[in-house]
């Protein structure tokens, strides 16, 4: 990927490698090199495996794919990143499906206990929430309007009031 090979290529490398039967880690890990390289395809792809799993393996595969695509809580950025999927339609999209195998009422917190090792769910909630992050890094209208759509479609209601106070801001900073 960072050898300036085609991303055509990439995405069909990707494509044969999930039709492998590996273990559903490499398959996550290569679904997530997928949606980086041709996000078109590749979420909607991601999205249709995920339902195949059953729950608990379509959660792990989640925080596979999303640590994998944005990093961990250490490093910024894991794997081969080409960015593709770093639009504001495609990081909605991913920020939902995030969101419903990633779910905040399962989150591990971790306020008060001391000192703790950070395990794949901590890394997928941080990668999760870097999701939204980024979409309302972007300026312009797209962000803004992805962002007022996810305060309707989101899973999660509990995010719906800071979700318009972020779509303001965004408004606001593009105007000025």
């Known amino acids: 990927a960072n050898g300036e090979t085609d991303m055509i290529k990439l995405a069909k490398l990707a494509s044969r490698q999930i039709a492998q039967p590996n273990d559903p880690d490499s398959i996550a890990w290569w679904h997530a090199f997928h949606v980086d390289c041709e996000p078109v395809n590749g979420i909607p792809e991601f999205e249709q ?10 959660t792990q595969a989640a925080q596979v794919f999303v640590t994998t695509l944005i990093g961990d809580r250490f490093v910024n950025e894991c794997g081969p990143i ?3 999927f770093r639009t504001a339609d495609h990081l909605k999209s991913l920020d939902v499906l995030m969101h419903r195998y990633i779910q905040k009422k399962k989150e591990i917190n971790r306020a008060g206990e001391g000192s703790y090792s950070p ?6 909630q941080e990668a999760r ?5 980024l979409l309302s890094e972007i300026p312009g209208k ?8 996810l305060i309707h ?9 800071w979700m318009a106070k972020q779509a303001y801001k965004r408004a606001e900073e593009d105007g000025d």
């Open 129 to 133: 929430n870097r999701l939204f992050s």
């Open 119 to 124: 395990v794949l769910r901590d890394d997928a």
């Open 153 to 161: 479609e989101h899973p999660d209601p509990s995010y719906h009031s």
């Open 82 to 84: 080409i960015g593709s």
């Open 142 to 149: 797209a962000s803004y309007t992805a962002i007022k759509q």
């Open 49 to 58: 495996w995920l339902l195949s799993l059953s729950e608990e393996m379509a």
